[in-house]
């Protein structure tokens, strides 16, 4: 049967660039292998795009609260930020709304971060060759250094508690969409996540409304939440991991 010249075969060898749909999934790839993106739309990556940028001088994300309250102990002058079920833990300075990671509250402080799905997802990639965060905030940037990278790109999704979610799959199409054109092989989870992206991508704030974290975002009254970790390219700063903190990308 001959190609399709409208939907060419990706070529066999190059780069990959693949989509984790969920962190469940994660044990099935051999991570140590790729640069990972991790990305939780809804609120944490978000949110450290947008503290990084306004000058956080480092995030450090935790798996579990009592870890990030541990920090508190030791006499530091750290920022506290522990989410779950979309909550702010009691007794924590924040969450993970990104109105919190303004330059008047992070500028020259260091965050300790704990959430229920994006850190997670981290901390499971961590074997990874390099982790960066992806959110619609600094889509472009990071698409363009994703472009330059001689490695792997894996695209993980942090979904809802280690379920499938629309609004990570959909930033990943986002980013397979100014991926495909160059010499990346897609499995087959990207190419559904940029068919997904084709869908929703001429009012992705309309085609969102219909998610279930965002329906449970809006239950808490945090609308303003949803909107603004889905403008896009309001920022450059590419965070990135170096040993246990989160760190502009230079």
Request: hydrophobic share 40%; glycine share 6%; with cysteine.
């Amino acid at each position: 049967m001959s190609d399709n010249i409208d939907n060419p075969i990706p070529p066999s060898g190059g780069k990959e660039a693949y989509v984790c749909l969920t962190p469940a999934l994660l044990p099935l790839y051999n991570v140590a292998e790729y640069i990972v993106v991790v990305i939780d739309i809804f609120r944490a990556t978000s949110s450290i795009c947008y503290g990084i940028e306004n000058g956080a001088e480092a995030i450090i994300p935790v798996s579990q609260v009592e870890e990030c309250s541990a920090y508190r102990e030791k006499g530091l002058d750290y920022l506290l930020a522990a989410e779950r079920d979309g909550k702010v833990v009691d007794g924590f300075d924040f969450g993970n709304s990104p109105f919190s990671y303004t330059a008047e509250k992070v500028a020259g402080k260091t965050v300790v971060l704990t959430t229920t799905n994006g850190t997670h997802a981290l901390h499971l990639s961590r074997s990874a060759k390099r982790i960066v965060i992806g959110s619609f905030l600094n889509l472009t940037a990071l698409s363009n250094w994703l472009k330059t990278q001689h490695e792997n790109i894996l695209l993980v999704c942090a979904g809802w508690k280690n379920n499938f979610n629309l609004e990570d799959t959909l930033f990943a199409g986002a980013v397979i969409e100014q991926l495909k054109t160059e010499d990346f092989v897609l499995d087959d989870a990207a190419i559904a996540a940029n068919d997904l992206f084709q869908l929703g991508k001429d009012d992705i704030n309309l085609y969102l409304k219909k998610t279930s974290h965002g329906e449970r975002l809006k239950k808490l009254g945090i609308e303003k939440d949803i909107e603004f970790c889905l403008q896009v390219d309001i920022t450059t700063a590419i965070p990135v991991l170096e040993g246990e903190r989160l760190v502009r990308l230079v």
